[in-house]
Structure formats: C-alpha cells, structure tokens
C-alpha cells in the first residue's frame, strides 16, 4: 500500500520545486532561492508555503509554463493533476494490500497509498479507524497524500466504527471506491461481460416445482421446499434485473415468510 522507492523519490523531485516555486512568486521567505535551501526550512516553514500553495492553485499552471527545473512534459503531466487535490479530514478505516480506506462521507471512499511507508507502518492497526487531515492527490493513475497528516486524538466506539465499516462495505460492493483523481478517473472502466446464469437457474427452478410436500410426508417438506422456491425466484431476480431494487426487495421479503414457516414448523416439531 505505498509507491515503489523510485516513485516516491518522483513525487519529491517534484513537488519540492514547485513549492519553491510557490514560495517564490508569493515571497513568503525570500531569502529562499534553490531546492536545496526550501529542504533546509524548518518545518513549520515548509508547512506555510504548502498551505499557500493548495491557496494560490493558480500557480501550478505558473510553474508549468516557466518550467524552471526543465522537466519533461510526462513529469509537468503530473504536476497538472495536481490542480484536483482533495483536502479536508477523513476516517482511515482500515488497510488493505492494495491501498488505506479513507473515508470522507458517505459518498466518497478513497483508496489511498503511502510514499516511503505504508500506513500500517505508520499507524498500529488498532488504533483504527483514525480521524487525519490530509491532502489526496492523483499521482500516475492512483492516489496518494502529499506526505503530511494530521492526526486528531481521537476515539470511537463500536458504533461509529460499525457505521465506517458499513460505509467501506456498501462502496465496496457497488465498485465506488476512489482510485484515482481527476481525468484518470473520468475514463471508463473496461466493460467485464458477465456470466449468464439464466439457463443455470432455469433448470433448478424446473425441477424444484416438482417437489411436493403435503400428506403423509415430513412437515418440514412444505416450508422447505416454499424456500427453496423463493430463493430461486429471488436469485432470477437478480440475474434478470440486478438495478430492480423494489423486485428484489419484494422476492427477498417472500424468502423471509418461507423462512418464517420453516421456523414455526421446526419450533412445532420440539413441543
């Protein structure tokens, strides 16, 4: 969950120039005047010109175009996405192979990567989730943070934490986790065809109409073949028409009334 060692050292090559540059055009310590002397700042100091840079965003264009380090136009490409930071507070929930879940809302779950270190190297696993301040920015196709966080000492209890797990899990399971920013994440994600489990399911729902419950057989077989009827309509719903919720929802509700009988039937049978 963090950038190889020779696309960490990218990031730096560049955002340290640029925020010399920012600090330059805005004269905030004048008497700064190579990357050399910005690395030896304070880091209090560093932290004003970066906020004045996320300030005067405008400037990232200025330095773009005056190019003062010469970079190439692959490495200004990154700079660029840099106009489409995202700042503000967000829940780390929890790190996975891949990247950390940061939680801003409930709309908006990143999937963010570390620079040199990975965030389980930076923060123990249990003291999450861990409210930061941070800045995303895309970097190469992913997102990262601009190498500053801000930790609240904070905690929470199981309710807040169930409710950022539910979040992570519902962007998780409709595909809305954020990967990346600006126009890499306005590109399409490829179409992947899906298996067609119509014939599949056609099949079982034929042969579970030929079960028959009824006189001189085990109570059990009535309300558990309902189920097992239910749950194939339920499932044919899905594979039909997976976007038709209030379907869903009434084929899900006719598998809790089967369930229902089954549960009556079985609480019957042990009186």
């Known amino acids: 969950m963090k950038l190889s060692r020779q696309d960490a050292d990218l990031f730096f090559e560049l955002m340290w120039p640029l925020q010399l540059f920012v600090n330059r055009q805005l004269r905030i310590f004048p008497e700064v005047r190579t990357v050399n002397a910005y690395l030896n700042c304070s880091r209090e100091e560093k932290a004003q010109v970066r906020e004045a840079m996320y300030e005067h965003i405008e400037l990232i264009d200025a330095f773009i175009k005056q190019n003062p380090q010469q970079f190439s136009d692959d490495k200004l490409e990154i700079v660029a996405g840099w106009k489409d930071f995202i700042a503000g507070d967000f829940f780390i929930e929890r790190f996975l192979k891949k990247y950390a879940v940061f939680i801003a809302s409930a709309e908006k779950v990143y999937g963010v990567l570390g620079l040199y270190d990975a965030f389980h190297d930076l923060f123990h696993p249990t003291r999450l989730p861990l409210r930061v301040k941070a800045v995303l920015l895309p970097f190469q196709g992913k997102i990262i943070y601009d190498g500053v966080l801000q930790g609240y000492n904070i905690s929470f209890g199981r309710g807040i934490s169930s409710d950022l797990k539910e979040v ?29 489990w119509g014939p599949e399911l056609h099949e079982l729902v034929a042969k579970a109409n030929k079960l028959r419950g009824g006189s001189g057989q085990p109570p059990i077989y009535s309300p558990a073949f309902r189920l097992i009827k239910a749950s194939l309509a339920l499932a044919q719903s899905a594979v039909e028409e997976p976007d038709n919720t209030d379907n869903l929802w009434e084929c899900l509700q006719k598998v809790k009334l089967a369930m229902g009988s089954v549960k009556t039937t079985l609480h019957r049978s042990e009186r």
Do not use: F
Not at 168 to 191: D, F, S, T
């Open 168 to 196: 992570y899990m519902a962007a998780k399971q409709n595909g809305r986790i954020i990967e990346c920013l600006g126009a890499a994440a306005e590109q399409v994600r490829p179409h992947i065809p899906l298996k067609d």
